[in-house]
């Protein structure tokens, strides 16, 4: 379903992706793994089309989409989910809810729909509706930020660390939406830190370092996490 090919970008003249490849199928539960720095967020922003390929080419269907704008892209149904958990602090959690639905505001029946299948995935959103998004906790506001992703209705959703700076418990918590939202039927590019969190939901994993992929694998297949670790911090390469 979506394909990145041997993606070159950066900011400027700086180049932080040296040749990036990933496939994510339809259906599927993908992870990007890699330490700070590495250009994970970059994979994300080229991929929804914040970040202007140097080379290579991300295809969604088979089709290439790196002309395609940002919000058309959102349209054909690919939603980032951004790192940092990033609300509208000063309005209220449903208001932010319907900011991800801007795009489609004169479909009232749809939104209230979608709304409630919202609240019915995140209860503690549903209780919180009135609040201010600013007054949520790390793992709300997680949810919240999750949420207005699915409010645009989409079919493949890429997450930007969602397990980042939260108790273990509510760690448990967004693994287990995540894996909610894939019985949906949405495909997923998750990007974590969070190694044992990404092995525990995701059916492959790619690890990026220094703007390349160092490792792949199935998960189930034997991971060795200490093998995952050389390739993670450093020494070996995937060539
Ligand atoms: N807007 C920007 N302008 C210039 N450089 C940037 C910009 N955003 C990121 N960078 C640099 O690009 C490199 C890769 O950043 P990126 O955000 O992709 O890393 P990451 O893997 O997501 O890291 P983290 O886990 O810390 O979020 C870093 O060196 C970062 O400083
Ligand atoms: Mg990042």
Redesign the pocket.
Known sequence: MLKVDNLVA???R?R?LHGVNLHVPKGGLVALL??????????L?AIVGLVKPEEGQVLLDGQPIDAIPAEKRAAMGLSMVP?GKEVFAAMSVEENLLMGAYHRRKDRAGIAADLESVYGRFKRLRERRKVNAGMLSGGERQMLSIGRSLMARPTMLLL??PSAALAPRIVEEIAEAILGLRELGLTLLL?E?NVGMALDIADYIYV?RGGRIAYERTVGDGIAMEELQEFYLGGKDHE
């Open positions: 950066g900011y400027g700086t932080i890699g330490g700070n720095g590495t250009g994970k967020s970059t994979t922003k790192q930007d660390e990007v830190q990026i």
